[in-house]
T-cell receptor
Framework: AQTVTQSQPEMSVQEAETVTLSCTYDTSESDYYLFWYKQPPSRQMILVIR??????QNATENRFSVNFQKAAKSFSLKISDSQLGDAAMYFCAYRSGNNNDMRFGAGTRLTVKP | NAGVTQTPKFQVLKTGQSMTLQCAQDMNHEYMSWYRQDPGMGLRLIHYSVGAGITDQGEVPNGYNVSRSTTEDFPLRLLSAAPSQTSVYFCAAGANEQFFGPGTRLTVL
């Protein structure tokens, strides 16, 4: 079964600075999707960014970008110009393109200091 | 356009009781799924459905049943609640971009 590992339980960043959250995954599949979700204290799960495995270009959404290293099975999230509203739990997730299986990492709690 | 709704928001059960968590979507997505979230862990997939009449098991299906009679609704049934099922439950609609409901916090005493 696929596994998703987030090795940083907690991270901290100064407002306006840049932070990178790490994620690695294990799979033997070639067709899959990777996601970063944000969960603020409200508990609502919000999609931050998505990457299709077949795309070589790294996905970008405004201040959020990923570094997708397919051979290394690494999928890190970079948040630029961090804002207080970025404080939340961040979950990395993997979705199989073959069988709809979805796996989440344990999450990284991001604190943004003013 | 409500997106994905879940009821109830909170529930307390006694061991052995049964209940149904409701999930509804107005986004016309074929794919719907149920997750549980426990402290220190990410979401774990319980069951999913790729369309009306079609359901399948996820990572942690034991103790839960689902059905999908319409595109809109995807209820999750706890047959005989156990303390190990104390968790926050999320329903989601969509596949490559999942839209989550607000969650149900369930406590089993």
């Amino acid at each position: 079964a696929q596994t998703v590992t987030q090795s940083q339980p907690e991270m901290s960043v100064q407002e306006a600075e840049t932070v990178t959250l790490s994620c690695t995954y294990d799979t033997s599949e070639s067709d899959y999707y990777l996601f970063w979700y944000k969960q603020p204290p409200s508990r609502q799960m919000i999609l931050v960014i998505r990457q299709e495995a077949y795309k070589q270009q790294n996905a970008t959404e405004n201040r959020f970008s990923v570094n997708f290293q397919k051979a290394a099975k690494s999928f890190s999230l970079k948040i630029s110009d961090s804002q207080l509203g970025d404080a939340a739990m961040y979950f990395c997730a993997y979705r199989s393109g073959n069988n709809n299986d979805m796996r989440f990492g344990a999450g990284t709690r991001l604190t943004v200091k003013p | 356009n409500a997106g994905v709704t879940q009821t109830p928001k909170f529930q307390v059960l006694k061991t052995g009781q049964s209940m149904t968590l409701q999930c509804a979507q107005d986004m016309n997505h074929e794919y719907m799924s149920w997750y549980r979230q426990d402290p220190g862990m990410g979401l774990r997939l319980i069951h999913y459905s790729v369309g009306a009449g079609i359901t399948d098991q996820g990572e942690v299906p034991n103790g839960y049943n689902v059905s999908r009679s319409t595109t809109e609704d995807f209820p999750l049934r706890l047959l005989s609640a156990a303390p190990s099922q104390t968790s926050v439950y999320f329903c989601a609609a969509g596949a490559n971009e999942q839209f989550f409901g607000p969650g149900t916090r369930l406590t089993v005493l």
